[in-house]
């Protein structure tokens, strides 16, 4: 139902995002969705980048008078660094460029460079590093607020904390209330629901960032107020549990994603994992009182928070770079540095965020349908009478 997908390089003019699929009559506040874009910036341990970028997206298309028309929207968003780029990345081949450009030729272990490479017949791995770089995840943080926008119409927030920095874990779970604090908290470093762990997690930055080494760790993104009977047992590939997980691990440096206490529940017995069913009549609602399996059984939505983490592994570029063969001699060199971040958790977390909501605004607009606001609203609030009725 809703399709996206983005264009541009890391250093290039701008980034691009389209997202079709969207019902017109959709409010858009730019404000939140530079607030987005602005929380993606943040967070203990970014390179120099964040300080020359000031993220914002403007909209080419779909969007009139403050509301979406049902038409394709497309957004831009500015790359500042362009102007130290623009001889290196010339779109024209122009003569005078020709030796302006910045060759990569020592593929940095970890990412796209080698394997990019090879597959494109590159001796410089520029051009997929430019690419794969996790820049573009400001792409989909600016689609995934509009996925967000859509949720909001239907009560559907989503947020996301850190859990875990390198070997710093927050031991214990986080209240909906407690994460939203600590996301309305821009000052916060790590936006670490629990001051002492967020410190020693602080502290964890600090002892890499010393060592020219750099840190993972693990996001969880929650989303709070979905209905139930989104996403379908009945196929593989409807099955939302599968589809949060592969929107998940699509974002830079996550190499694993768990639904609820999934990790957890596979070294447990059965006893301690089950979420029990209640009835809460004042609600006219089954209800739970724990959340083990993250608002997803069978591949469908049960009305608890969906919870979906991210684990990320340590950033790959390294002040101490690792060995390499150079993709031209085949001789062995140090892998190249490029400016870079030693952690970034907090990011990876909206863009978890992001991917999270266009797979649940794709999921709702599934159910519920419509060409326009007021029709998908009409479908729900037909729901929402047939559950209170159930
Ligand atoms: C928000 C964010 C920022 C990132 N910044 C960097 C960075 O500065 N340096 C780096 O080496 N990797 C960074 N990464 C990770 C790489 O983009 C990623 O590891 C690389 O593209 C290879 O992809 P893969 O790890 O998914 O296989 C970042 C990831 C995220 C989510």
């Not at 404000?31 to 341990?45: C, K, M, P, S, V």
């Not at 390198?166 to 001051?195: F, K, M, Y």
């Not at 002892?207 to 993104?221: P, Q």
Request: aromatic share 6%; glycine share 12%.
């Amino acid at each position: 139902m809703l399709k996206f997908v983005t264009a541009g390089e890391s250093h290039g003019q701008a980034l691009v995002a389209w997202i079709s699929g969207l019902p017109a009559g959709v409010p858009v506040d730019f404000g939140f969705i530079n607030g987005e874009l602005h929380r993606r910036q943040l967070g203990y341990g970014r390179g120099g980048r964040q300080k020359i970028e000031k993220d914002h997206a403007e909209a080419l298309g779909g969007v009139r008078h403050g509301h979406t028309i049902g038409a394709p929207v497309a957004l831009r968003i500015e790359n500042r660094d362009w102007s130290n780029w623009e001889h290196a990345l010339a779109v024209e081949d122009r003569p005078e460029d020709r030796d302006q450009r910045r060759p990569l030729t020592a593929p940095r272990p970890g990412h796209a460079d080698l394997a990019g490479a090879l597959k494109f017949g590159f001796h410089d791995a520029r051009y997929i590093l430019e690419r794969a770089s996790a820049r573009e995840t400001a792409a989909r943080v600016a689609a995934g607020a509009f996925a967000k926008l859509l949720l909001r119409e239907f009560g559907c927030d989503i947020l996301s904390h850190v859990i875990a920095v390198g070997h710093i874990r927050l031991e214990r779970a986080a209240t909906w209330a407690e994460i939203q604090a600590v996301c309305a908290n821009l000052d916060s470093p790590l936006r670490c629901v629990d001051p002492e762990t967020e410190l020693r997690m602080k502290q964890e930055v600090d002892h890499v960032l010393r060592a020219g080494d750099s840190v993972g760790g693990i996001f969880e993104v929650v989303a709070h107020g979905v209905p139930p009977g989104l996403g379908s047992h009945a196929q593989w590939d409807t099955k939302l549990d599968g589809r949060l997980a592969r929107a998940v691990m699509s974002i830079q440096a996550v190499k694993a994603a768990e639904i609820g206490a999934g990790v957890a529940a596979a070294m447990s017995y059965g006893s301690e994992v089950g979420d029990e069913i209640q009835y809460d009549a004042a609600k006219r609602r089954f209800v739970r009182p724990t959340n083990r399996a993250g608002g997803l059984e069978g591949g469908i939505t049960n009305g608890e928070d969906v919870v979906v983490r991210g684990y990320l592994k340590p950033i790959s570029t390294l002040r101490r770079p690792l060995g390499t063969a150079d993709l031209v001699s085949k001789q062995p060199i140090q892998a190249a540095y490029e400016r870079s971040d030693v952690c970034v958790v907090p990011a990876g977390g909206v863009a978890g965020e992001a991917m999270t909501a266009l797979i649940l605004a794709d999921a709702l607009l599934e159910k519920f349908g419509g060409d326009s606001l007021a029709e998908t609203r009409r479908n729900f609030d037909g729901y929402s009478r047939q559950l209170d009725e159930f």
